[in-house]
């Protein structure tokens, strides 16, 4: 018999998996999510993720109804929480927010029988699985009679759906049943590996995985910052130093953006305080890269102006979070490009983004011929066509990727 | 013509250099040390390296007077220099000790004449080729009579010889000759790449490598600390989390020991203090993380104090700065059992260390046999052999390595 399964939270993560399930004949797929405005955008096949082949997928299946798109969560053998966990930084809350996991939970026990199960694949701090499963339990369900596991995904956007099917998947069962059978849903669509831990366990999966890229990053921008004082070209210093054997450092740019990796450290400092210096100070690291970028910029722009005494027009070159994306979620180059965009004039050349409020898009080739200064915000590989690149390097175009 | 060499400083990096090179045909290889009982030592073949194969080769270079050692500085071809440069943070003086490097240059100065070339390998600060090298042209010597390169080794003690052939080297040349001319020199016995870049990018090179290195083994030190607070295993953790094709977490211990990784760093704090965050802040970790395991350690005894009524008798396993391994430059583990070895009655195990005063060596047989807490520091494979790691699980011996 077929099984049924809900995918709650049609985003970033929710769309591909459910997209990659309906694929599998032995599933039913059906998939939710709180806003009519997304439901009706799938509907309408605008499927709005910056990965085409991914979209065309999405389409296919909605429009073959192989994914049944609805608002309410309908009753399920597997249930599968996609929903976004954001973090408040401000106000100095400094909290995790999952209201949207605890929503998702309370509705699916409006529907959910014994035997069910639940898979939590939302980014949560350590111990929220437990939590959940003991308010499971308080539901009149005896222990055993639903199964629930934590299982982080670990995809790379721009490149989700081959990465859902061929990374190693960690699933932290509540109990052995939930670790058995969550295992073995994975594997009949997972390629690679299937690792089974605690719930716990796989929860600090996920947080130690995106500090670690986190803390990383701050190394590679701290040098950065370091090689620029010390006037040596922090490319060639990480390309020499990543020859030996042991060393992998990453490429520094204008801090770090994304949902993931700048938001989910914040997890764990906010149970682990005083014990997660590092994770702490990279954090800070990362965002004073922003910065130090923004003050750069000013002072390029303050040397044009004493030197020719009039005020320049500045080209800022991508805008996304990375290279060859337009997505724009915790983009450190929007931060600057919003900061000065009022100050001066401002031409953004970005071939992923068409449109924001207040800003003056306009094509490289026009860009080339009005602008006085040029920062490369996101190398975008667009801004690498020969042609393109021979005409930034002529004007001296700066750049921070 | 055969070509005069003269390696000064015979300690873990000169020794193996000049041993190599003295296998090369076309080399005639000095090496000089300042310390008369070190070339004494060698001179009885009594090379002390840990390194089995590397100490055949050396006693066979030095026996069969391919390697001749001398404490003077010989007239030659080539000057490489070897020589220790520790860093000072005692006394809030917080400076690179570059005493032997310039006592050294002072050396060469007296034999150097116009055409020959001088490489250091020695960690320095940024900057230091640059000021040697004006130092040198002070001595009557205009520019391109002397060829200086900063080349810096990155060797895994316990695999210096294969490592000296086989990675890639950074050639500094503090100009267009001294590139070429000692680029040329390296790959004569170098198997691998050779990358020429200017002095102070090869400075910077080495520093970042070692500082990358502590930055990583600090979030590992930092994660094993969270995850034991949160009682879940670093071990299996860490092996989970560096499945993502993205992650690779270093394995954490009792801190970081060795002659560079926990020294380099602060070259590079002293130049940009303001700037050095990340850098600063994993070297602190990395220290606490000593503490953390002292305080564990006491911990555990107290507990075993308040249930048994007497003082344990406690053994130490592994207590070198590596596993496999009896080097105790800045070991993390010999500081912990220093600290302990005073309160307590311990009893130490390493088949890797013969001697240290006031330490009561035993095998490991006789402390399974005496003692009742059991902390392994470093673990050796010695302790991971079948019966005596099926022993060491049944007394419950914690394991920090």
Redesign the interface.
Known sequence: MKKKISVIGLGYIGLPTAALLSQNKSFIVHGSDISRSRLDQLKQLKSSLFEKNLNTLINECISKKRLILERKITKSDFFIICVPTPFYLKNKKNKADLSSVNNAVSNILKVLKKGNTIILESTVP??TSKKIYEKILKYGFKKNDINFAYCPE?V?PGNILN?LIN??R?VGGINDKSKFLVSNFYKKFVKS?V?A?DA???E??KL??N???D??L??AN??S???D?????AS???M??N???????LKPGCGVGGHCIPVDPYF?IE??PK?????S??R??NNSKTKWVEKKIIHYIKDFELKNHKTPIIAYLGLGYKANSGDLRESPALKIAKKLNNKYKVLFVDPYVEHIKKFKFVDLDYALKKAKIFFILVNHNHFKKKFYLNALIEKNAINFD
Chains 1, 2 share one sequence.
């Open positions: 350590v111990g670990r790379l990465e990374n190693d960690v590996n690792y831990c716990a366990t796989a600090m999966s130690a995985e500090s670690y890229r803390v990383n701050a190394f701290e040098l910052i370091i090689c004082s010390q006037k040596i070209s060639e210093l990480i020499l130093a020859k030996h054997p042991r060393v992998n450092i764990l149970k682990n014990i997660s210096n590092l994770i100070v990279s800070k690291v």
